[in-house]
């Protein structure tokens, strides 16, 4: 059983950065790992996935074209965490965002990911 655990949201002005961080516990071998926002009144959106290979091959990441260039997914399989670095955030990236695992491909349609965390709080003011 997976449990995640998100941290690393808050308050930034626009043009400024934070990390995310998610802490899962159990066995993420061979799952997408994945971060998800949700924004007042709109539905959860994919953001960032990431793959790792359980053997041999590449790391796979995929980004939400709105972030792309911005955003960077990245995962630590040794430390079962993985992070989410946003730089030059803008007032529309507010959103509470999701740390979730899925099954491969890493696409961003929801019925692939089967575990979430409880979310984290991200806010930009202009």
């Known amino acids: 059983q997976v449990h995640l655990v998100e941290s690393g949201g808050g308050s930034v002005q626009s043009g400024g950065s934070l990390r995310l961080s998610c802490a899962a516990s159990?066995?993420?071998?061979?799952?997408?790992m994945g971060w998800f926002r949700q924004a007042p009144g709109k539905g959860r959106e994919g953001v960032a996935s990431?793959?790792?290979?359980?053997?041999?091959?590449?790391?796979?990441?995929f980004y939400n074209d709105s972030v792309a260039g911005r955003f960077t997914i990245s995962q630590d399989k040794a430390h079962n965490t993985m992070t989410l670095q946003m730089n030059n955030l803008e007032p529309e990236d507010t959103a509470i965002y999701f740390c979730?695992?899925?099954?491969?491909?890493?696409?961003?349609?929801?019925?692939?990911?089967?575990?979430w965390g409880q979310g984290t709080q991200v806010t930009v003011s202009s």
């Open positions: 159990g066995d993420t071998t061979g799952k997408c």
């Open positions: 990431i793959y790792t290979p359980y053997r041999v091959g590449s790391v796979s990441t």
């Open positions: 979730a695992a899925g099954h491969a491909p890493c696409f961003f349609d929801l019925p692939r990911w089967d575990v």
